[in-house]
């Protein structure tokens, strides 16, 4: 079976399965394809095909990739009152996520500008609206949290205050705190403080992917750390060995657009961890999910099913191999 594995099967895979907690952003997100940056001023301009308007923001993206690839997942977020709540319900619904937990809070809905050239680089607008002065209510995540031991935490404010109350739970906390520069920074701490297995990007940081590992294992002692490195694949820190490990990227088709490659990772990631506990092997699938999902243009774009990646896994496999890294 490939991408259109049927649905009788998917549903016996799933029932297996314990559902992962996903609590994040939804945003409306309009793309804008450019020829190249810098963007120099000009009145106007007509770039047929090169303007979209997508769902998405972190949380959707990863409650979507993980449907995709077989989980089921309780998605928490907040939307606003406003004309598209109704279209990112039925989006859900089209994509077999419940919006249960999909809570219409706010007066509107968070929106991203991405501007994206042909080589993939990107810039991100993104308007949060009041986004960041909410707090996910406590009693609808005390009924989600119930049913998953695995939880994907969105770096975002209405999520703080779940953090204690997950860790105290026992839960596995996942999160991924994004471009950040140093183990200091103020707005990420809570959620580096209580992640189990943490994501972020090398984009920012100002030394090197494996003495910031190493640093975060002093000051917050997580279990595994991932650094996506761009077109140099992504770093694996595994805290129970010691190791750190470097997997190495892979191009599986042309890329037109990187927004969302990070999220990917993420998503695919937990997939396979949350099935095998290796954290190894997770990130060789997550790399090759990544390589993939990067040939679409939207960020909730371009996820296959697992199927599918097992396939490419079994085809891309020696292209994987870990190398060891010093520190």
């Not at 009788?8 to 952003?25: A, E, N, P, Q």
């Not at 949380?59 to 598209?84: C, H, M």
């Not at 992504?234 to 999220?263: C, F, V, Y």
């Amino acid at each position: 079976m490939g991408i259109g594995s049927s649905r009788s099967h998917k549903s016996s895979l799933m029932s297996k399965m314990k559902k992962i907690l996903v609590s994040g952003l939804i945003n409306i997100e309009t793309t804008l394809k450019i020829d190249q940056f810098p963007l120099h001023y000009f009145p106007v301009t007509y770039p047929f095909h090169g303007v979209r308007t997508t769902i998405s923001g972190v949380g959707f993206n990863l409650a979507k990739a993980l449907t995709a690839l077989g989980n089921e997942v309780n998605f928490l977020s907040l939307i606003g009152q406003d004309f598209y709540a109704s279209i990112i319900r039925q989006e859900c619904t089209k994509m077999g996520v419940s919006d249960q937990y999909v809570l219409s809070d706010l007066p509107q809905t968070a929106q991203s500008v991405i501007i994206y050239e042909k080589s993939g680089r990107r810039q991100i607008h993104t308007d949060l609206k009041d986004i960041q002065e909410r707090s996910y209510p406590l009693d609808l995540f005390e009924q989600a949290i119930s049913e998953c031991e695995l939880c994907a935490f969105c770096n975002i404010n209405f999520n703080r205050h779940l953090l204690e109350i997950t860790r105290a739970k026992g839960k596995m906390i996942a999160t991924d705190v994004h471009a950040i520069q140093n183990v200091n920074d103020s707005y990420n701490r809570d959620f580096m403080a209580t992640a189990d297995i943490l994501f972020l990007s090398h984009e920012q940081l100002t030394v090197s992917p494996q003495v910031f590992i190493q640093a975060l294992w002093d000051r917050f002692h997580n279990r595994i750390i991932v650094i996506g490195l761009g077109d140099q694949g992504a770093m694996l820190g595994i805290r129970e060995t010691t190791s750190i490990l470097q997997i190495p990227a892979i191009q599986t088709r042309p890329i037109l657009n990187t927004i969302g490659a990070g999220d990917a990772l993420f998503s695919a990631f937990l997939h396979t961890y949350q099935a095998t506990r290796d954290p190894i092997l997770s990130l060789q699938k997550a790399v090759l999910f990544s390589s993939y999902k990067i040939g679409s243009i939207g960020a909730a774009e371009g996820f296959i099913d697992m199927q599918a990646l097992s396939t490419f896994y079994h085809e891309h496999q020696h292209q994987l191999s870990p190398v060891k890294i010093s520190f």
